[in-house]
């Protein structure tokens, strides 16, 4: 089945504690990227990837880094979590080669708690 | 500064009822236009999708309709059905650039 896959699902941690969420794809996508989700916000883009080792910043970087090692794995890592940090996080991916219009896949999502 | 305003933040309608979801934007320079469905507890998945060179884009009950001019499209969800209840969200995104800026969501709840 194709899919995005996000782990943990549900994670609570505390103030400064390193912590990394996990994003995997099965479907061969160029694209990742990784989005928080906040009442009243929508989704707001935190990192993209157009392809291995090529990341960039979306609209909300600051606190996070990412890396991309593997064409299908995405990590999202919080070197020093922060309570303003609390959100929920999606993974999403898409072809990067076929066209302008491609539809992006989002994972299951991450509830994140920082205390 | 939101570039993709979507309102209402909340929306109820009866079975059968007409749904119907705005969004407006302000980057010129966005060519498509994607709105995205979200069930509690899952990711959001794409609905339908509009380019600006067409005004309108129906795929079954679900019409986008597209008014270049005004900066503004809409979602409308014909004959509502109680499975329709969840939240959704507009979006933009342009060129090869696969960036989408969000709307704020709407969350729908459609009355049996």
């Known amino acids: 089945e194709a899919q995005v896959t996000q782990n943990p699902r549900y994670l609570i941690t505390v103030t400064g504690k390193k912590l990394t969420v996990t994003c995997s794809q099965n479907?061969?996508?160029?694209?990742m990227s990784w989005y928080r989700q906040d009442p009243g916000l929508g989704l707001r883009q935190i990192y993209y990837?157009?392809?291995?080792?090529?990341?960039d910043k979306g609209d909300v970087p600051e606190g996070y880094k990412v890396s991309r090692k593997e064409k299908r794995n995405f990590p999202l890592i919080l070197e020093s979590p922060s309570p303003n940090q609390t959100s929920l996080y999606f993974c999403a991916s898409s072809h990067g080669t076929s066209g302008l219009y491609n539809e992006q896949f989002f994972g299951p999502g991450t509830r994140l708690t920082v205390l | 500064q939101q570039q993709v305003k979507q309102s209402p933040q909340s929306l109820i309608v009866q079975k059968g009822g007409i749904s119907i979801i705005n969004c407006a934007y302000e980057?010129?320079?966005?060519?498509?236009f994607p709105w995205y469905q979200q069930f509690p507890g899952k990711g959001p998945a794409l609905l339908i999708a509009i380019r600006p060179d067409v005004s309108e884009k129906k795929e079954g009950r679900f019409t986008i309709s597209f008014n270049k001019s005004a900066k503004q499209f809409s979602l409308h969800i014909m004959d509502s059905q109680p499975g329709d209840s969840a939240t959704y969200f507009c979006a933009a995104s342009r060129g090869s650039a696969r960036q989408l800026t969000f709307g704020s969501g709407t969350q729908l709840t459609v009355l049996p």
């Open positions: 479907m061969n996508h160029e694209y």
């Open positions: 980057n010129t320079a966005f060519d498509y």
């Open positions: 990837s157009m392809n291995v080792e090529v990341t």
